[in-house]
């Protein structure tokens, strides 16, 4: 009795969506924010 059955599957599978979308969304803002400091430190390297 180890396997998941559809009724704990209907409270498990959405806790998972929530952590799959948490990690998916700090990824997303990691990459995001590299390329803004990357963009921001070449303008203040070209205003110098």
Request: charged share 15%; proline share 2%.
């Amino acid at each position: 009795m180890t396997g998941i059955d559809k009724y704990s599957l209907v409270s498990f599978a959405p806790s998972i969506l929530i952590v799959a979308g948490c990690i998916g969304m700090v990824v997303f803002g990691i990459g995001f924010l590299r390329k803004q400091i990357a963009k921001d430190s070449a303008a203040a390297g070209e205003s110098r």
